[in-house]
Structures are given as structure tokens and as C-alpha cells.
Nanobody, 119 residues
Framework: QVQLVESGGGLVQAGGSLTLSCAAS????????MGWHRQAPGKQRELVAT???????SYTDSVKGRFTISRVNAKNMVYLQMNSLKPEDTAVYYC?????????????WGQGTQVTVSS
């Protein structure tokens, strides 16, 4: 299975930038659809961005034009570049992997990294 470890969270002022990193281990990374989700206090976890194994990306409307998801398969890494951050981006950000093959499907989650945007 894929194991995930996030890093790069922190405190930033509104308008600033942060880059989150997700280090993956396991032989399935290359076929996984990777994603970033976030959960703000008192709110449900929401999908922020996804990237397929072929590099196709999608974003939730609230981050389009500000966030960029990318992956380097050779390094088993996924990134989320976040620009023009807003206080409403404050949340715990989770890296997620979905692996689907002919024989099985499973999801893996990281432990999360806190992003706090001050106004």
C-alpha cells in the first residue's frame, strides 16, 4: 500500500504563499490518483485538488488560479503550491492516494499538516 507523509504547513499572512509536500512510499504510487483535501474547524473535509498518474489535474472552484498540484513520479512526491492565500484557506491539509487496479481499490491518507492564514 501507499504510505503518505505531509510537510510544509505553517503560518502565513493573507496574500502569501506556501508549498505543501507529500512523500509517498510503496510500489503503487505510480498508478495512484493523488489529491489534497482540507478540513477547517467545524467543517467537513473537502477535496482541494487532484492529479492523475498521467498528470491531469482538477481543482475545487475556490482555489482555481491560486493553487497548483503537481507530482514527480520518479521521486514519489506530490506538491501543492498555494498562492494568494486567504484566511478561509486555513485548515488541516491531507494528502490522499486512490489506487485502483483490476484486482483491488484502496485509499490512503497522510496525517495532515496545519495551514493557518492570518488576516
Amino acid at each position: 500500500q501507499v504510505q503518505l507523509v505531509e510537510s510544509g504547513g505553517g503560518l502565513v499572512q493573507a496574500g502569501g504563499s506556501l508549498t505543501l509536500s507529500c512523500a509517498a512510499s510503496g510500489s503503487d504510487f505510480g498508478i495512484a490518483t493523488m489529491g489534497w483535501h482540507r478540513q477547517a474547524p467545524g467543517k467537513q473535509r473537502e477535496l482541494v485538488a487532484t492529479i492523475t498518474r498521467n498528470g491531469y489535474t482538477s481543482y475545487t472552484d475556490s482555489v482555481k488560479g491560486r493553487f497548483t498540484i503537481s507530482r514527480v513520479n520518479a521521486k514519489n512526491m506530490v506538491y501543492l503550491q498555494m498562492n494568494s492565500l486567504k484566511p478561509e484557506d486555513t485548515a488541516v491539509y491531507y494528502c490522499h492516494a486512490n489506487v485502483k487496479t483490476f484486482w483491488r481499490e484502496y485509499d490512503s491518507w497522510g496525517q495532515g499538516t496545519q495551514v493557518t492564514v492570518s488576516s
